[in-house]
């Protein structure tokens, strides 16, 4: 079964800096989509950052929101996925998720009802 868990949510200045890792396990490392989203009370979830991997270097794939200060990585392994966010504002402020599925692409990386399994978010918040 597929596992995610995230950590390094945490409350930082306008900004400031974060990195979340999701751990993650229980599928196949020949082909699959890892993304984050995110989602503030009252407002949509929104894909934040993506990440295809099949053959090579994998696909990266960003929201106009967050290109230029988000990036989205993966340790040698293949276990651990990252989101560095820095110059973070309060609009970045949310519950943010990784998500696996088993391949994506740029027309769909950011539906996250396509996604079959979710960690359980952890908390960001910046203060202005």
């Not at 868990?5 to 990195?19: C, K």
Request: glycine residues 12%; hydrophobic residues 30%.
């Amino acid at each position: 079964v597929v596992r995610l868990d995230e950590n390094g949510g945490g409350s930082v200045q306008a900004g400031g800096s974060l990195r979340l890792s999701c751990e993650t396990s229980g599928y196949s490392q020949n082909m699959y989509c890892l993304a984050w989203f995110r989602q503030s009370p009252g407002k949509e979830r929104e894909g934040v950052a993506g990440l295809y991997q099949y053959r090579g270097s994998p696909d990266l794939y960003y929201a106009d929101s967050v290109k230029g200060r988000f990036t989205i990585s993966q340790d040698n392994a293949k276990s651990t996925l990252y989101l560095e966010m820095r110059d973070l504002q309060p609009e970045d402020s949310a519950v943010y998720y990784c998500a696996h599925r088993g391949s994506c692409n740029p027309a769909v990386w950011s539906i996250g009802s396509l996604y079959n399994y979710w960690g359980h978010g952890t908390q960001v918040t910046v203060s202005s």
